[in-house]
């Protein structure tokens, strides 16, 4: 009965399954595709999250595989519609990814950031929040803001995340219709003048270091306008959110004194940007119980992540679950896997994976590397 | 013999001792410390093909009334359960921290699969393609296949003199030999350079029938060859 059972089971695995779709515009994603895996091309993934936004795991199975293909998944069609049919004249809305580790957010995004791309969104995408708050490499360059009284600017990391969003928006940053609208002056020599393009602004920041993290606070004020006056959409998407709201960073200012996040210029900024008193745009944010520390993981719910400030900062938003593989999910991703030459094996080889990893993509993920 | 069938050899030595436990030769442990399992439990068989075996030629009913060991964690029958990885995992184990060795050995394994996939994609025609082994079980076999000595060199002393010996070597020597030389070379690396980095290394190079080990193999081989002539202190 049981040998039975297990050869029905094997069989019902073992069939060809199609996996891959040749849609690669997410625009036109829809609920027919759920599970199967689209390519993104090398132009737009090098221009797109070369600076980052993919995580390191999938970046390394993308060499292996010689391509980068993401499922599509329900969540991201969720969020396609729902920008679909938003109205933009009203506040933005905020879309906050939630769910365990490794079950697809930071993908997610990437697909969101994809779809916002090809719909000619103006995207501010910060890939890991945590990497400016939390991760202190041995040189961690830190000064006092010379224009906020008490606050700690972080001018490379600044300048890193501008050439980011240049590299993301080199199109509409080209095209020079954006104009600033407020003359910004840095010192007695340099100043940005009224109706001079944006791309300048982003350029100054990144070639004079020191100033970067009040370019970026200048350029958040500038898109908000802009986008207010519905000169370009914008998409905002902030991986690790909840970092923000963790009471203390890991920076230490020269004086040994540990920094709070709101202390930090960058973070008054991004919870500037992410405010919804503004419209045309759309911000998408997650909450990842990888960004605080392990002592407070206890569960992955924005309530808890966010902690009260950022749900009250954030309120009222649209949570949007992302969860493990369904059956259907599944069967593809092993399929593709199998296709990849990533997994092999008897057929069964599934169904054993499928109970160990609880059908978690990251642990799927890794249980069938040494296979 | 092949190393798959090891424990097919450990179960065939239990049952012999055991016949023998009617002329009161006290049995020999198999284990090296005590267990909470008297000797007359029987070794769980926990595959499925070797259980299947065993309804097929009826000799279930026998086993049916013996009492049997319970299996260990290791012991399972899940499809990519491997005896001789299993092996390898406990040669790595250092202070019973088998978590570690065994995230070790499938890290490797990773790497194996890695370089292997890498090289399929870059190899330009289809033969050269099937030539490529992706599998890293069996580029594990294949290596320790490769590594395992066929003589081995006991001092013996005759005269005052210690002689080195060559010798007929036992299966399962040779496998510790093979496993052994393996981690040795493995461990003889560079500070920065990781375990299962190296580890993918030697096994790959190993089962290409080059590296460090089998030339350690061939050397063994050449001592032996230069020393046939003591052969005979073996039984003088």
């Not at chain 1, 679909?84 to 997610?108: H, M, W």
């Not at chain 1, 939390?134 to 300048?159: C, I, W, Y």
């Not at chain 2, 260990?72 to 990885?85: F, G, I, K, W």
Request: charged letters at 25%.
């Amino acid at each position: 009965m049981l040998t039975r059972n297990w050869r029905i089971l094997s069989r019902q695995y073992s069939q060809a399954v199609t996996f891959r779709t040749n849609e690669s515009s997410p625009q036109q994603h829809n609920e027919k595709q759920t599970g199967l895996f689209y390519t993104l091309n090398q132009d737009t993934c090098k221009s797109l999250f070369s600076n980052g936004g993919f995580p390191k795991s999938f970046l390394k199975q993308t060499k292996t595989f010689t391509e980068t293909a993401i499922m599509i998944r329900q969540p991201a069609l969720d969020l396609i519609n729902c920008i679909k049919s938003t109205n933009f004249d009203a506040p933005v809305i905020r879309y906050v990814l939630y769910g365990e580790k490794g079950s697809g957010k930071s993908l997610t995004m990437a697909h969101m950031i994809h779809y916002a791309h090809e719909d000619g969104y103006l995207i501010l995408h910060v890939p890991w929040v945590s990497e400016w708050l939390r991760r202190v490499p041995r040189h961690k360059e830190m000064s006092n803001s010379q224009t906020h009284e008490g606050f700690v600017d972080l001018p490379l990391d600044a300048a890193a995340w501008l050439i980011h969003f240049k590299t993301q928006n080199q199109a509409l940053l080209k095209a020079g219709e954006l104009k600033v609208s407020e003359e910004y002056v840095w010192s007695k020599r340099e100043k940005t003048e009224v109706g001079a393009p944006l791309s300048e602004l982003v350029e100054h920041g990144i070639t004079r270091v020191k100033y970067a993290c009040d370019v970026i606070y200048a350029l958040v004020r500038e898109i908000k306008t802009l986008s207010n006056k519905k000169q370009c959409k914008t998409f905002v998407a902030v991986d690790g959110f909840n970092s923000f709201f963790y009471p203390l960073t890991r920076l230490n200012t020269p004086t040994k004194r540990k920094v709070k996040p709101e202390e930090v210029t960058l973070t008054t900024t991004f919870l500037e940007l992410t405010k919804n008193d503004w419209t045309n745009g759309v911000i998408l944010l997650s909450a990842d119980q990888l960004a605080v520390p392990d002592d407070h993981q206890e569960s992955y719910f924005p309530r808890y992540l966010l902690r009260k400030k950022g749900f009250e900062h954030l309120d009222p938003f649209v949570p949007i679950e992302v969860g493990r593989y369904t059956e259907k999910e599944f069967l593809s991703c092993a399929s593709y896997y199998r296709d990849r030459l990533w997994l092999r094996g008897p057929p069964e080889t599934e169904i054993e994976l499928k109970f160990t990893s609880a059908s978690n993509p990251y642990k799927f993920m890794e249980q069938c590397a040494p296979l | 013999m092949n190393s798959g069938n090891w424990f097919l050899i450990k179960s065939l030595c239990d049952l012999s001792f055991r016949q023998c436990r009617g002329w009161r030769i006290p049995p020999r442990r198999l284990y090296a410390n005590a267990t909470s399992f008297p000797d007359y439990f029987k070794n769980p068989i926990f595959r499925k093909e070797q259980q299947g075996k065993l309804i097929e030629s009826g000799e279930l009913s026998k086993l049916a009334a013996v009492p049997v060991k319970p299996p260990a964690t290791y012991e399972t029958c899940s499809v990519y359960h491997d005896p001789l990885v299993n092996k390898v995992i406990n040669h790595v184990m250092e202070m019973g921290k088998k978590q570690l060795a065994r995230s070790l050995v499938e890290k490797s394994f990773e790497n194996i699969k890695r370089t292997q996939i890498e090289r399929y994609h870059l190899a330009p025609t289809p033969e050269e393609k099937n030539k490529i082994e992706l599998n890293p079980k069996i580029i594990l076999h294949k290596a320790v296949e490769n590594c395992k000595p066929l003589l081995q060199l006991s001092p013996i002393k005759r005269g005052g003199i210690t002689y080195q010996v060559p010798g007929p070597i036992t299966e399962k020597r040779s496998l510790f030999l093979a496993i052994k030389w393996l981690l040795d070379a493995t461990n003889d690396k560079d500070r920065t350079v990781h375990f299962p980095e190296q580890f993918a290394w030697e096994l790959l190079d190993a089962a290409n029938n080059t590296g460090k080990v089998v030339k350690r193999k061939q050397d063994l081989h050449r001592q032996c060859e230069a020393n046939r002539a003591y052969a005979h202190y073996r039984w003088q």
